[in-house]
Structures are given as C-alpha cells and as structure tokens.
C-alpha cells in the first residue's frame, strides 16, 4: 500500500509539472507574440502619418529613451547584465536616430511647431521651433560664406589646407581650426 501511495504522489507530481510547463510555455509565446507584434509598431513608422501622429511617435520614443536611461544607471550585477545594458545603449541611439527621423521628416513637410525641451545647462525647460530644436540650418550649406582663419595668430604660420571638400587652416605649432 506505501508504494502504490508513493506510485501515485509521484506520478501525479509528474504530471503536475508537465501540466505547469504547458501552461508556462503558453503563457511565454503570447507574452513574445505581442512584444514582438509592439516591436513591429513601433519600428515601422507611417509614411504619410499626421504631424500629431509624428509627434506621438516622437513622444513614445522619447518615454522609452527615459525608462531606458533608468535601467542604464544602474550598477552592473554581473557580465550578463552588462551585456544586456550594451544592447540597452544600441536601443537608445536606434530610438535617438528614429526620433530625429520623425521630427525632421514634421519640418521637411513645411511644419515647425513649437516644442518644449529641457536645457542642461540652464536646467529649465525651453520653449522653441522645432527646428532651432533639431538645430537645422536656416540657410543651405552652398549659401553660408567661408569663415576666414583666426585672427590672433600672425599670417605667415597659417598655410591653407583643403581635404575631402572642407577647408583647413593649418598654423604653425600643430594647432588647427576647420570651417
């Protein structure tokens, strides 16, 4: 009689786990179906999307930098996590370059309305266009003038250099400045 009782604690554990990792292994790929149904969201940006939905987009982008920022700041457990927080930082600069896309792509269409953003230096919050925001150039680079070489070192040491179409000054004593 003991052992049919343990016969049978032993298969119905057997069968307890079997049932547990069905039920888990359901669980995962519906939790991975709808990561990755967000990650094809939030990837494939609208082509011809509003400048509100541009905006939104930009929003999410910038509220996942946020959460991103915060797991970044925190201490390396092991080598694993610092693993993990590299690809943290490679999702950080793909959201970076997705958000100037988006915001660049609002200008470019003829609209640049006004955003709020957060000075460092200042530490307050700034209102302007958003393409002071994304400081783009008011004037195309054919049109800006050659700077001229600095001022307070003597003619004679300043030899000018031009290199893959930008203009350099080379001045005596191995310091140089590039327009």
């Known amino acids: 009689m003991d052992i049919l009782l343990i016969a049978a604690i032993f298969l119905g554990g057997i069968a307890f786990t079997v049932g547990g990792l069905i039920i888990l292994s359901s669980y995962a790929k519906k ?20 400048v509100l939905d541009r905006l939104r987009q930009a929003a999410e982008c910038v509220k ?21 927080k590299n690809q943290l930082a490679a999702r950080f600069k793909e959201l970076e370059e997705k958000k100037h896309e988006l915001l660049s792509s609002i200008v470019k269409d003829g609209f640049d309305p006004i955003v709020t953003g957060y000075n460092a230096e200042t530490q307050q919050e700034e209102t302007m266009p ?4 994304l400081g783009m150039r008011e004037t195309p680079p054919e049109q800006e003038q050659e700077t001229p070489p600095p001022e307070n070192v003597a003619p004679e040491s300043i030899k000018k250099v031009t290199k893959n179409g930008r203009t350099f000054f080379l ?9």
């Open 31 to 50: 939790h991975m179906k709808q990561h990755t149904q967000t990650t094809i969201k939030t990837q494939d940006p609208i082509p011809n999307a509003s």
């Open 64 to 84: 996942e930098q946020g959460e991103i920022q915060a797991a970044h700041s925190m201490p390396n457990k092991n080598a694993v996590h610092s693993r993990y």
């Open 130 to 133: 958003l393409s002071k925001f």
């Open 171 to 179: 001045i005596e004593g191995g310091k140089t400045t590039t327009q």
